[in-house]
């Protein structure tokens, strides 16, 4: 069987990328993962045009909440030329009704049982229609195809070697959607570290885990940096805070290359951590320990997240301060979303707090999905806006690279000069998030179908567009969402 696996992608800044940094590992984990029997091609619709002309017997779609709609058309434009259309991913994994309505079969969890079987099933032309993925041990995972990789991914060497995460922070699906906290066979996870067919020398040496939270086992964490200290590569990944306190551990980061942490600090609103369920977060120590990293030369990501109950338009514009002061090397700024299978979800469910009358497109992180407790969703899409222009600014931009310059080991600096700058060059192209209010009205004439979740009795969204309540923000003059009059 010819095998077309593609991952779905919606730009989510108004003129897209102007350059495409790390890519996603699931397409080229699902290539890995197809038995050798069939012919298999992995499509990035961030990168590439979707082939619809495709010879392939099967498609597989991978996409997350945010890109469902878009996913669901592709599957219509497939199933018109008469092709069988499967998918599976973190939306499919718990909206599988909803996903049946337009693909043949899905694939709920995770893939590495289900998929060869499902292909099995294809092959054979008798396809079931749900395939559960249990979440079984990660040994014996095959090394991802890079070979199928785009060319124009910056840092192309993507890994996970541990799935799952023992915090439970009321936003995150990962303890839903990947139970328990599993690890790699750590001469497996090297296999792949040392993989260095790549064109360009950054290429060979960046290696970025795509992890929930590496460190959560530590003695598996060490026994891996301990192996790679000898392989000289620079590498990154996703942590807790709580790593900073752990000095062996820290000693072990240097040693094997670290360059980068991404820290999910979310919030300097206590209540608003106690919302978030963040409770190894602490606001007074953050300077402190970003100083710890920093010492060790590490470059210090951390994302934030707008719109927790706590959280009002002033807090939320602090931010912008908060993150420039506490030292953060690259913020990464979200709002707030309901993903099903979070505690968030249900207690907004429960609360009426959903916004039937938007798409799946307004989970996107850069949208607002639901409403507030104490402002209206506008005006948290305003003050998410206000932070981000604030942070993304030439001059802070600039500002946090410059800092690292001289503190930060070579390749953190580097890293810090190459993100803040990606980020940079948006803010001062005026290349700003997807503001969905604007093309939902066109969306909605476009497909009138049902695009929101079924099931839950929800609130039902205003007008999307209508102006919301005033707001003051620090510094600025009254605000609405919709005609910002502190707009530059
Ligand atoms: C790495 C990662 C990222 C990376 C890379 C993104 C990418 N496109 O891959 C970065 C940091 C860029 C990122 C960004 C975002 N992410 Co993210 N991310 C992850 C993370 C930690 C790991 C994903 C991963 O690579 N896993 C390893 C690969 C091999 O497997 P996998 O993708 O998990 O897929 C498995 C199964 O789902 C299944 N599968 C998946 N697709 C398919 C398709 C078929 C056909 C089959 C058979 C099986 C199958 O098989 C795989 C192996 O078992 C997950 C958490 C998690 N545990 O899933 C969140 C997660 C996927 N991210 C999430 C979100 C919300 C986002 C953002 C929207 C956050 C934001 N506020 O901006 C952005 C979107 C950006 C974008 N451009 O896509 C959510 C998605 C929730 C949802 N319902 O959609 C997750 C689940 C985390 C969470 N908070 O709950 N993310």
Known sequence: MKVEIIVVYVARYERGHEKN???????????????????????????????????????????????????????????????RVVAGGPHVSFWPEEALE??????????????????????????????????????????????????????????????????????CTVPALNPGFRVRPVEEVLRDVAYDDFPWWWQRKIVWFWDDNLTANRRYVKTLLTGM?????????????????????LDLMEASGCIGIFLGIESFNPESLADA???????????????????????????????????????????AHNLQDAGIDVPFLSVLTPFKGTPLYDQMEREGRLLAGRSWDFTNGYNVAFEPRDMSPDALYAAHRELWRRSFAPAASLARIARGVGRLRIGAALMSAAMNGFYGLKAW????????????????????????????????????????????????????????????
């Open 429 to 488: 192209r005026g290349n700003e998030p997807v503001d969905m209010r604007q093309r939902f009205h066109r969306a909605v004439a476009d497909q009138p179908s049902r695009m929101t979740s079924p099931g839950p009795t929800v609130h039902s969204a205003s007008d999307p567009l209508t102006p919301s309540r005033q707001v003051r923000l620090p510094g600025a003059s009254p605000v609405t969402s919709t005609q910002p009059s502190w707009m530059p």
């Open 229 to 249: 200290v000898p392989l000289k590569k620079w590498w990154l990944t996703q942590a807790s805070i709580d790593i900073t306190q752990d000095v062996e551990l």
């Open 21 to 83: 940094f790390v890519p996603p590992l699931t397409g080229i984990h699902l290539a890995a993962l197809t038995p050798g029997e069939h012919e298999v091609h992995v499509t990035h619709q961030q990168t590439d045009a979707v082939p619809y002309e495709s010879d392939a017997d099967l498609v597989a779609l991978s996409f997350f909440s945010g890109f469902a709609r878009e996913a669901y058309r592709i599957a219509g434009e497939f199933r018109r030329r008469g092709k």
């Open 277 to 319: 369920h963040k409770r190894q977060n602490r606001v007074a120590y953050y300077r402190e320990r970003i100083e710890v990293l920093h010492r060790r030369g590490i470059a210090v990501m951390a994302g934030f997240i707008a719109g927790f109950d706590h959280d009002t338009p002033e807090t939320i514009v602090a931010m």
């Open 102 to 171: 337009h693909v043949d079969a899905v694939v709920t969890g995770e893939a590495e049982s289900a998929w060869p079987r499902l292909l099995e099933d294809a092959a054979r032309g008798r396809l079931e229609r749900v395939y559960r993925g249990e979440a079984q041990p990660l040994a014996g995972i095959p090394t991802p195809r890079y070979d199928l990789l785009p060319r124009g991914f910056f840092v192309p060497r993507v890994i996970q070697a541990t799935r799952g995460c023992p915090y439970t922070c009321s936003f």
